[in-house]
């Protein structure tokens, strides 16, 4: 059992790269080799309003910020039939606990409230295996920003007794922006070791080796090999901006199932869905 927890700063994209998952199946087509199947009730109604966002360019309700119940968040339940080339077919049966981005807020300012410190100890429960961390900014002051947050973070991993037994996946997402595309293909060097190097290292220096992975992800995608603006356009929404699809029949998305599988199995994938 695949147990993962995602965190991210708001408007991360955290929400919207479930809901591409659960949508995934329906364009994926018989080239995939990976195969999703929403399962519960949570993850099928996820991939119905996935259709909307992917589809119709309708946004999605973000993740309830004051909820005082972690236990009244959804959990989003997936198999996933893995048929790597050259490879044993694998199953993973995946649970995953979107929380509110107003966690990260209050890591960055280092005063967690009881309700945010139940979450952040859930997160590190012993059955977790694995966190999937979504960043989005990389500009002037986001390595300070995100380096006060991690210091937080990797505290409250080491009280938690998990400091080296949790698999910890940085990924940059929203990697469809013309500035970062280029860096996609090696990101912990070209996007975290050239944007983020204060993070990264700090990362580095907490969490084995064999337990941190960077990637990037893009629940979007660009247009064509030929033509790389992002397949992305933002629509005012329930919470301002928010990012739609341009145009749904030609979704490609990057790098949405590599930081999964790796959370999961500790391998890495080439494939770029």
Not at 153 to 174: C, P, Q, T, V
Request: charged share 25%; proline share 6%; with cysteine.
């Amino acid at each position: 059992m695949g147990n993962i927890r995602i965190i991210g700063p708001r408007s991360s994209g955290k929400t919207t790269y479930l809901a591409a998952l659960a949508y995934l199946p329906k364009a994926s087509g018989e080239k995939s080799y990976f195969k999703i199947e929403p399962v519960g009730e949570d993850a099928k109604k996820l991939a119905a309003e996935a259709e909307n966002i992917i589809c119709l360019s309708e946004s999605l309700t973000p993740t309830g910020v004051r909820t005082k119940d972690i236990f009244s968040l959804p959990v989003y339940q997936f198999t996933i039939d893995v048929k790597l080339p050259l490879r044993q077919p694998e199953r993973i049966d995946l649970v995953v606990r979107d929380y509110p981005g107003e966690i990260f807020d209050e890591l960055e300012a280092g005063n967690i409230d009881e309700v945010h410190q139940a979450f952040m100890q859930d997160c590190f429960m012993s059955d977790v295996e694995g966190c999937l961390i979504l960043l989005s900014k990389w500009e002037e002051g986001s390595d300070r920003f995100y380096k006060r947050v991690f210091n937080q973070f990797l505290e409250l991993m080491d009280n938690e007794g998990r400091g080296s037994n949790l698999r910890i996946a940085i990924a940059m997402s929203k990697c469809e922006r013309g500035e970062l595309w280029p860096g996609r293909i090696e990101p912990e060097v070209d996007l975290f070791g050239l944007h983020l190097p204060d993070t990264k290292a700090l990362l580095e220096s907490r969490i084995p080796a064999k337990n941190l992975a960077f990637f990037a992800v893009s629940t979007f995608g660009v247009l064509r090999r030929d033509d790389p603006r992002p397949n992305r356009t933002d629509e005012m929404g329930y919470d301002g901006k928010v990012s739609v699809l341009r145009q749904p029949k030609i979704w490609q998305p990057y790098g949405m199932m590599a930081p999964l599988y790796w959370l999961n199995s500790g391998k890495r994938i080439k494939h770029n869905v």
